[in-house]
Each structure stands twice: as C-alpha cells, then as structure tokens.
C-alpha cells in the first residue's frame, strides 16, 4: 500500500532496474514478500486479466485509474508514446484536476525529464516527495509548478513487443514511499500496460486530437442512456466546471465527483474534459 513516510531524504529521486520479467512474475506470485494489503495482489491480477482483453489502451488506462483506491492519494495517470518525430506525446491523461502535463516533450541529449530518463536508462523514477522533483531539473520544477497538487511522481518506461514504446507516469497528491515492494508493483503495473498495448489495435493509439469515429459509433453514443446523476454531471462538464465545483454543486466528495467524472470519459471514448465536452454537446446528452 502506497503510505506517506516521514524524514525522506529529498536529494533526488530513487532509481529501480527491476522491469525485467523474471521479477515481475515472482512479484505477481509473491507480492510484496506478502508483507502489503491483499488489495494490492487482487488490484494486479485484475489489471492482468483487463490487459490480456483490452481493444482501446485509453480505456484500459481510464480503468486503471478507476480502480486505483482513494487511499493512495493518485491524482492522475498519463501515458505517454514515442513518436516518429522523436517526441513523447501524450496518449491519454487521466486526472482529478484540470492543468494538463506538457503535450509534448522533444528528446534530446540535453533534457532532463523523468520520461525521458525513464527510457533512456529502462528504469522505473521515483520522486518520493515534492522537494525531489522540485530540485530534480528545470523540467521537474515546471512539473511541480504547473500542478502544485503534485506531492510524488513515478515514471516507467513502456515495452511493446521488446521495443520501448513509451512512459507511464503516476502522480500523487501526498508523498509515497518508494522501497522495493512498491518499486516492484509498479514494476508489474508497467509490464501489464505493454500487454494491453500489444493487445490494442494501432490504429487505436491516436496521440493527438479527438479520435475519428465512423457512423456506427456515433450511432453508438448518440444512444447512450445516462443516468440522471450522469447527466448532471455532463452537463457541469459542457459548462466548463471543475471537478471541485462539480462536489459542490451535488454535495459529493471531490473523489467521487472524479471518479464519476472518469468513468463519463469512458462511456464516451475521449481522454480528457474538453473532448469530454465537445462529446456532450455534439450529441446532445444532457437532455
């Protein structure tokens, strides 16, 4: 279970090689060395199961966010892939607040982002508190300005079929503790992500824009039925208000007005609020 430790050396972030699949199958057999929450084991198996079967990695991704316990203090998830201009692009971010991540981050022998140190060195990054990546780069501090929520980060490098394919990030409102068993989950959360990657038609994989869709989807959406819940809660969105004024205005918890609002982006195939809004209102879901 992710947990918040004191007297964290804020030097810099901790480093772990351990993605290679041996580990992972033992960490999948013996989590933890059994010393965390059964939560833990089932939350693994489950995304395993969801990988193997996944057809849209942004679901998958949105999923995984989902079923992420409130406890762990994740504010948000993106995924992020490499593209054929020599740029990690951004996938699909899934989080409780509303400032995105840089779109788009050039590789270059000169930058020091935790994405690109990630695939440069095939390692997981840990950035245990907010000191760490604040003093990590230039990269890291912009990081933490442009989301002052952030209290932790962890980034993996993605492997698709032997060839890095991309990063995962997690960020955390609250400090983590980074030890092993930790380093390992994570370890698997990253080989469990390049299954359902591998399991994903290409043609999915849209890294900019809103994806193209033919007739029988729009026919598809245009009939969801929502709940009322559901429906106020499109409509808050078409209107432009936050996750926190969406609490307020139903009397929820900010989580749970996130996690309503996330799995709404599921039902419409779209990976953030504005193509969450503009879905809204092209097919006229709030009436």
Known sequence: MLVARKDKSTSGPRYSGRLDMPNVVYALSNPMNASREEQILNFLKESLMLAKKAHHVENF???LYLRCPNSWGLTGICLRKITS???LTIVTQISNHDIPLAEHIRITVDSKAPELEAIRFNVGVFFETRSALLNYSDE???????????QGLVCLPITSE?????????????EVECDEGIQDFFSCVAQIVGIAIDHTSSTELKVSGQKDLDADTEKELADLKLTPKLKKIAAMISEGKTNTEIARALSYSESAARYETVKLYAMLRVKNRAEAGAA????????
């Open 140 to 150: 890291g501090a912009e990081i933490c300005n442009i989301n002052p929520e952030i």
């Open 162 to 174: 032997d060839e890095i394919w991309g990063t995962l990030e997690f960020l955390f409102e609250k």
């Open 280 to 287: 809204i209102i092209r097919l006229n879901l709030t009436q």
């Open 61 to 63: 991704i949105q999923n």
């Open 85 to 87: 201009t020599n740029k």
